[in-house]
């Protein structure tokens, strides 16, 4: 299928590129990047170039989290002030019960009082310091531990500094809940994150769980059919409005002009524990890593070093499993396992709550345990009544402090192979992809994490009715992770000890899938079997779906890869450069536009009259037949058409269905996946009437229907209101926004948040160009609450400074050395 031409970017783009190119020159920096190392500082000293971006460097790990911990503290106090009042179970103490937390990697998913009891049950049990207290690999490793020792200095220093009175971020100055951090906070943080898989859809249940009688009447258990269509359609819906991402590795055959590049474009939230934060990490001699991690982490979890680039994506992989227990009906917390009953065991939990007139009361909730883990009565919200059966959660990563050894080896990773043996050794990512290039030429994606040992054979012995349903392909959305429901009933059915895994219950990683490629690899949400359409890799049936449809974003991210290394795009040249894959990305365009775009505007123009009944309302459409006609270039950036018409049609065309369930004229096709399906059918009514009613809402909110797509989608930073291009995952686009409100004013919920692209040449240090689409704080005071915002807007780019000389050059450079 023939691909338009390629919209060009504005000059501005070209020259940042241009920039990079030309510093790195005059640098005459070797390989690596560095002449003869200097020894470290006596003191952690940070260097803070343009958009406030600090380099931070140390003699030691201790002295390098310090220097991390106070930077990230002075950009985010608040927020992370927030984080370690969560995974605390203090939010209903200083905040009240009813108001919203985030555990997962959702926003506001569950009350303040649900989270609370959540991590108050995991303090009891004490899982973090039973972790701690193991050695490395399982417990963290001897750098791990100095660098957050480190951090809580630093932290604890800043706020020694200011005070809490004197915090600048009017969100918690002079707040109670800020205090000082013990190593122990970072801990539970970082446990939390790694465990944030499951939480969403889990928390709920887990500490509303009460045997019949103790509770208020349970609705009755429905049909195993039923029950899995409302969990497949609530994960759906989960991953449609959480977090997602893209990642493209390209190795020697399509660069041009070195070996090896990488695009890393999270779709993280742009609030709250799961904002990203940059850094340049620095030991002379030793180590030397840039990039960005989650707020709270003294490592870079997405970035490069000398030799090496790497990016995560969310994996289609449930990193949870159920099991099904047969319950005594005369004693419900009695169940049954190899024909003898076992006795659950009960937990009192409770949390300090804070009460309407100031005062404090106690909330306290009996919890019940079985053999393979606590019990749940939902998931995602849909209810699992205990009633003849109860259901038990094992969480893969539960025991998984090992993900923070896994981040600190990839940072000092010599190439994709070394990678790859980090992730098999390690076993510690959490529910994500990996995907890498190098300075050799190497593509790599990988699927190597904390997966459930759940082989086809063991699945197909032991799972329920309703766990086929939800696990097995064909039967739920391609991208919702296959959920397991064992029979509680067998032991057997337990996952297995592998003597290759990592930790007991965890798949062999030698099986989970990865690729290594001198073209490209990559991943944007979808299971790992195309990561390159031209080697379909297959995998246990837990890691996800082979040969069912892709989303549209994948189809996008592939294409995309494909066209510029066959110099197809409409653009100069073949292979990829630092400005061809900055505007790949920044075109914004729409899959979704190409595939279904004219048959939505032939529908338009076939309607008689123009007049369509929907809803009870007799809607006139023929006013949007030539604006959709117009927009040509089907992108989303800010000055665009027609765009925010069409995905308003779109979604209701969707209405929450998988793609593939479109009136399409041809087919899913698992011998053509990048192609199909495709030719909308403009015959059928349901795309005539999911433009009226995108038309009839557009104009009951007064959007002219040819608005342009930056009088729409804004951010809102202080009285600025600043228009964000991309758009929901949907339509097909790699630069994904989903726009949404906070605190009443308009602003990005999830989308592109830290962006960067690294190429690597046979010498010279490595180029990179970034951008942090809601910039380095959230604090309004702060110069960098919204600079790169306003860049990204714009389609621009940081030219990042990695070498001494090109930091010791920046004409922003400030020094702050912490005595």
């Not at 180590?287 to 680039?309: C, D, K, Q």
């Not at 066959?566 to 040249?573: A, E, I, Q, R, W």
């Not at 009259?609 to 459409?621: A, E, K, P, R, S």
Request: overall charge neutral; hydrophobic content about 40%.
């Amino acid at each position: 299928m023939a691909r338009r031409r390629h919209r060009k970017r504005p000059p501005l783009a070209v020259a940042v590129v241009l920039a990079v190119t030309s510093a790195l020159a005059a640098t005459g920096a070797t390989a690596t990047g560095t002449a003869a190392a200097a020894p470290g500082p006596d003191k952690p000293t940070i260097r803070y170039t343009e958009y406030g971006i600090p380099h931070i460097t140390a003699s030691n790990w201790e002295d390098l989290g310090t220097g991390y911990g106070y930077a990230a503290a002075k950009d985010n106090i608040c927020t992370l002030a927030d984080t370690y009042l969560m995974v605390n179970a203090q939010r209903s103490r200083h905040l009240g019960p009813d108001g919203r937390a985030s555990p997962g990697q959702n926003q506001n998913t569950t009350t303040n009082l649900n989270s609370d009891l959540y991590f108050q049950r995991l303090k009891d049990n004490r899982v973090v310091e039973r972790l701690l207290d193991q050695p490395a690999p399982n417990g963290p490793e001897p750098e791990v531990k100095e660098a957050i020792r480190g951090y809580v200095q630093g932290y604890n220093r800043y706020l020694s500094e200011t005070g809490v009175d004197g915090i600048s971020d009017p969100a918690c100055r002079g707040a109670a809940w800020v205090r000082p951090i013990t190593e122990l906070d970072v801990y539970r943080h970082a446990h939390a994150e790694i465990i944030m898989g499951s939480a969403d859809a889990l928390v709920d249940g887990l500490v509303n769980a009460a045997p019949p009688g103790a509770s208020a009447a349970r609705p009755p258990a429905a049909s195993p059919a039923k029950t899995a269509e409302k969990i497949r359609d609530a994960m759906a819906a989960s991953r449609r409005q959480g977090m997602g991402s893209n990642a493209l590795a390209v190795g020697s055959q399509g660069v041009s002009g070195g070996t090896g590049m990488l695009l890393a474009n999270p779709h993280f939230p742009w609030q709250g524990k799961n904002r990203m934060w940059q850094s340049q990490l620095t030991i002379p001699g030793k180590f030397n890593v840039s990039g960005a991690s989650l707020l709270g982490f003294p490592a870079v979890n997405i970035g490069y070093n000398e030799n090496v680039a790497w990016s995560h994506t969310i994996a289609t992989v449930a990193p949870f499993g159920l099991f099904d227990v047969q319950v005594d009906p005369l004693n419900p917390t009695m169940y049954l396992v190899d024909g003898k009953w076992e006795r659950m065991t009960s937990q009192e939990v409770g949390v300090d709550v804070r009460k309407a007139d100031g005062s404090l009361g106690r909330v306290t909730r009996t919890l019940w345990s079985t053999r393979y883990g606590p019990v749940t009565t939902s998931l995602q919200g849909v209810p699992l009544p205990w009633v003849v059966s109860a259901h038990a959660v094992r969480d893969a990563n539960m025991d998984n402090l090992r993900a923070l050894n896994t981040w600190f080896r990839l940072d000092h990773a010599k190439d994709v192979h070394d990678v790859v043996n980090i992730l098999e050794t390690t076993q510690g990512i959490p529910f994500f992809n990996t995907v890498a290039s190098d300075r050799k030429g190497n593509a790599l994606y990988a699927d190597i994490q904390a997966a459930p040992n759940i082989t086809d054979e063991h699945a197909e012995s032991c799972l329920t009715m309703t766990g086929r349903l939800l696990f097995n392909p064909g039967l739920r959305p391609s991208n919702v992770p296959p959920i397991s429901i064992f029979d509680g009933k067998r032991g057997a059915c337990d996952w297995p000890a592998d003597p290759n895994a990592a930790a007991p219950g965890l798949l062999d990683p030698h099986r989970q899938p990865r690729l290594i490629r001198s073209d490209f690899a990559a991943n944007g949400n979808d299971s790992a079997w195309l990561a390159n359409p031209a080697q379909p890799l297959s995998f246990p049936k837990v890691m996800g779906d082979t040969a069912t449809p892709r989303s549209l974003r994948t189809q996008e991210l592939i294409l995309t890869a494909q066209n510029r290394i066959n110099g197809t795009d409409g653009l100069p040249g073949r292979g990829f450069t630092p400005e061809t894959m900055g505007m790949s990305l920044f075109a914004d365009r729409s899959r979704a536009a190409d595939l279904g775009l004219n048959a939505m505007v032939k529908a338009c123009r076939d309607t008689p009259f123009g007049m369509v009944l929907v809803d009870g309302n007799l809607v006139n459409i023929s006013e949007a037949c030539p604006i959709l006609a117009a927009w040509k270039d089907h992108a989303y950036t800010v000055d665009s058409r027609g765009s925010w018409l069409f995905a308003n049609s779109w979604v209701r065309l969707l209405g929450g269905q998988p793609v593939e369930k479109l009136p399409w004229r041809v087919a899913f096709d698992p011998k053509d996946p990048v192609h199909t399906p495709n030719s909308l059918d403009a015959g059928n009514s349901a795309v005539r009437d999911a433009l009226a009613r995108a038309v009839l809402a557009l104009r009951k909110a007064g959007i002219p229907l040819d608005a342009p797509l930056s009088d729409v989608q804004k951010v809102t930073r202080g009285d600025e209101r600043i228009p964000i291009h991309g758009t929901v995952s949907e339509l097909g686009v790699l630069n994904v926004i989903t726009p949404g409100q906070v605190g009443g004013v308009p602003d990005v919920v999830y989308g592109s948040s830290f962006v960067q692209q690294v190429r690597f040449t046979s010498d010279g240090p490595p180029q990179a160009l970034s951008v942090m689409a809601y910039s380095q704080s959230a604090d309004p005071t702060s110069p960098h609450y919204a600079d790169q915002t306003r860049l990204f807007s714009a389609g621009r780019w940081v030219t990042e400074r990695f070498t001494e000389e090109q930091i010791a050059a920046s004409p922003r450079l400030r020094t702050q050395v912490l005595n």
